[in-house]
């Protein structure tokens, strides 16, 4: 069972395979579409400029140039999250000081990872080399919601990619949706009675 503000995201900060050298390959969690291999972490002690994480020793980026690059990574929730919300919180900033950009988007699924609706979805752009944080939190999971979805792209900026990410986090928040069964008011004298019933609750 999810508790709240538990960490949904295997290897957010690109930090697990650290002690590999100052360029590794993310967690096998993390799926790079079109299998390129290009999204890498760096280790900032090794990257020359700019660029220093957040937290931790490395970042993700790519240094590819002339084609979008994208890496996903899909979490089993484990069972009916359905009107639940979940923290989000990415951070981000540019090696070199140009200016490009990245897209961030969180999906919910079903079971069948048919898509629900958006969790969070958003470009950024950026040329400064010292890191900014989008954070914030979703609106209720539709029902159904079994899955999220995580994809990160880096668009073709036309040249090298500068953009680096870090710190990618989703936590889960504690709801608990009802399903009323009556619910019924009632004027006595000067106040009013409220009376109800539910019949489930959701994990």
Known sequence: MLGYGQELI??????DNDDIGTEHEPNAAWVELGGSGEVKCYNAGGF????TPNNGISFFGTNDE???HTIQQVIDLGSNKAG???NYSYSYANAFGGTHNLTVLMEFLDAMD?????LHTMTVTTASTTYSTESGVSGMAPAGTQKIRVTVTWPDPGGFHDITMDDI???FNVNVPV??????????EEVISLDWATASELE
């Open 169 to 171: 986090s989703l936590t």
């Open 10 to 15: 295997v290897d957010g900060g690109c930090e």
């Open 179 to 188: 399903t009323l069964v009556t619910f019924n008011a009632k004027a006595q």
């Open 84 to 86: 639940s919300t979940f």
């Open 48 to 51: 020359g400029t700019g660029g």
């Open 114 to 118: 048919n898509d629900l609706g958006d």
């Open 66 to 68: 002339n084609t979008d």
